[in-house]
């Protein structure tokens, strides 16, 4: 099994994610220009300061949720679901703002006045099973400046997960996740204490006492990273291919060799070829972008 990954990578923002204190419930939110802002803000900072954990109630609303998800969503129409889009992630944040926030969470993103909430499926996140970033835009002479959030959820990881009928369940926040479904919902959760963070307190990160104070009060996560399988152990388990190998494969008429440097969601194989980019080695390569499926080991 492949160690557990980040649910997220170091966030996209203007100032720095770095928090040196002052990072617990306790520190207030800073005051906003906008007085309904403002109060939003506090509103919602003063509803989580008060919540207590509570695993059975969480239970309730994510079986409540998981149900109105496949009522509702054309793709998400069974728990190991084979497509996802943004879509599903708006429909998601609706159910869970609704279920856990109260609505709260919509009120200082998405309908904030010079703010915006955005979502993202992709495929090019290979390790993090998440990502949320946060762009803020100064004011300046006659523009009242704005505040850009975005969840990215890894379609990637996801659909490379729970192949197997009978494998034991696979951990997301230190929760087991039995399909897809349910690490969706969990990865999902755990980039709304970062959008959480960031709406109210300007900055966020899961190392810190604040974050893990809020992800263990809201959603009762006892953990935060995932075991979710990335296209580098699929390989391994699949294919019987790691990083080093060495393959070959048919490209235009040819059978080329060469040796696998890295897997993502293509592998990537250097192949000997004086035309190529000399590497530190002293040899000449030129790369090549290879599904896994189309490689054969080559041990000669």
Known sequence: MSPPQPLRRRSSTLRSSRISGGDDLTTPPPRLADPLLDQAVRSLAARLVRLSPDPSRVAQRRDELRASILRASPRINRPNFTHLDER??????????????????????????????????????????????????????????????????????????????????????????????????????????????????????????????????????????????????????????????????HYEGRTLRGRVSRITRRATVLVDDPAGHLYSDGHHYIRYYVPVDRLQSDPS
Request: proline residues 7%; positive net charge; aromatic residues 8%.
């Open 88 to 249: 599903d992630l708006q429909l998601l944040f609706t159910l869970t703002d609704l279920s856990f926030f109260a609505g709260g969470l919509a009120a200082v993103t998405r309908q904030a006045p010079g703010r915006s909430l955005a979502f993202r499926v992709s495929s090019r996140l290979t390790r993090a099973a998440g990502k949320t970033s946060s762009l803020q835009t100064p004011p300046s002479p006659g523009q009242p400046g704005s505040m850009r959030f975005e969840i990215a959820i890894s379609a990637t990881l996801l659909l490379e997960s729970f192949h197997e009928p009978n494998a034991p369940p696979i951990l997301v926040c230190g929760c087991p996740c039995g399909d897809r479904l349910d690490a969706l919902m969990r990865v999902f959760e755990h980039e709304l204490i970062h959008l959480v963070e960031f709406a109210v307190w300007g900055r966020s990160s899961c190392a810190r006492p604040r974050f893990r104070d809020l992800a263990r009060r809201v959603f009762d996560h006892v953990g935060f990273h995932h075991d979710l399988v990335t296209p580098r152990e699929a390989a391994r388990r699949r294919h019987a291919i790691r990083i080093g190998d060495r393959v070959k494969f």
